[in-house]
C-alpha cells in the first residue's frame, strides 16, 4: 500500500523554522510529479508511513485548505487509474482564513491573516514548482498585494470563508470517491470539518455539511493532544515526537478499523 498525506505544518512538520529540531530537505518524484519537502522524521507522516511500501508527503507550513485541495488534485491527476485502489490518503483540512486568490497571470496569491493585533496580513506567492519560499513576501507597497489584502480583510468574513472551506471539503471527498480511493480527513481542529457552536447554524453552510460522509472524518489532532504541553515542542504549537507519534498511532489505528491495512 502506498500513503499520501497532505496538511499545513502539523503534516509537514517545522523544520527550519523551529529551533532544536533536525530535518532535511528532500525531492520527491511520483510519476513525474514533484514536490520539494521538509522531511523530519518524527512527523506523524513518516511514522506512519513506516507501515507503508511508499510515502509523498505533500505538507507545506503555512498555507491554507485552498492549497491542499489544489495540490492534492494535482497528485491524483499524475495516478495510473490502475492503481487507484493501491492509496490511502490521509488529508489534514486546516484553517479557512489561509485564502488563494488566482492572479490574471496564473499566479496564486495566499492571504494569511495577522495572528494578533499589531502584525498585517500577508501574502504568499506560490510558484509553479512549488518550491516556495515563504518568507521572501512581496512589499506591502506593491499594489496587487495592497488590493488583495484590503479586499480580503474588508470583503471576507469568517462565514464566507468557510462556505468555500466546506465546499472544497465536499469537492474532495466526491473526487476522491468516484475514482474509488481511500481516504481520511484528520482536520487540524474540529470546527474545520464540523460545526462546533450553535452561533454558527447557518443554512447554507449546515447543507454542506449534512453532505459530508461522517465515516471519513477523524477526531482533530487538537483534540488529540488535549492542549497538554508534554506532546509540543517548547515554547512552540507544534507537536513533538511524542505528540506526532500520537496522531500517527490514531490514524493507524482507524485504518486498521477499516481493515484498510491487511
Known amino acids: 500500500m502506498k500513503l499520501y498525506t497532505n496538511g499545513c505544518s502539523f503534516t509537514q512538520g517545522t523544520y527550519p523554522f523551529t529551533s532544536g529540531t533536525n530535518g532535511e530537505k528532500i525531492c520527491q518524484h511520483y510519476n513525474g510529479y514533484e514536490f520539494t519537502a521538509e522531511k523530519q522524521d518524527f512527523v506523524w507522516p513518516w511514522l506512519l508511513g513506516k507501515h507503508f511500501d511508499f510515502v509523498f508527503n505533500h505538507g507545506k507550513m503555512a ?125 487540524l481542529m474540529t470546527h474545520n470539518t464540523l460545526i462546533t457552536h450553535p452561533e454558527d447554524n447557518i443554512d447554507c453552510i449546515n447543507l454542506l455539511v449534512n453532505l459530508m460522509n461522517g465515516d471519513k472524518i477523524l477526531k482533530s489532532m487538537t483534540s488529540l493532544l488535549r492542549e497538554d504541553k508534554k506532546y509540543y515542542i517548547e515554547d512552540d504549537n507544534h507537536p513533538n515526537a511524542l505528540g506526532n507519534q500520537m496522531i500517527a498511532d490514531y490514524i493507524k489505528e482507524e485504518m486498521e478499523n477499516r481493515n484498510w491495512l491487511t
Open 63 to 187: 498555507t491554507g485548505f485552498d492549497r491542499v485541495v489544489r495540490t492534492t488534485l494535482e497528485f491524483i491527476e499524475c495516478l495510473d487509474p490502475n492503481e487507484y485502489q493501491d492509496w490511502i490518503f490521509v488529508i489534514e483540512p486546516t484553517m479557512p482564513e489561509r485564502k488563494e486568490y488566482l492572479y490574471d497571470d496564473g499566479k496564486i496569491g495566499q492571504v494569511s491573516l495577522p495572528m494578533d493585533d499589531d502584525q498585517k496580513a500577508i501574502v504568499f506567492f506560490h510558484t509553479r514548482d512549488h518550491d516556495i519560499n515563504y518568507m521572501d513576501e512581496l512589499s506591502f507597497e506593491d499594489v496587487p498585494t495592497k488590493a488583495l489584502i484590503e479586499y480580503h480583510m474588508w470583503f471576507q468574513n469568517l462565514n464566507s470563508l468557510r462556505y468555500d472551506h466546506y465546499k472544497n471539503l465536499l469537492l474532495l471527498q466526491e473526487i476522491l470517491n468516484s475514482k474509488g480511493i481511500k481516504f481520511l480527513y484528520c482536520p
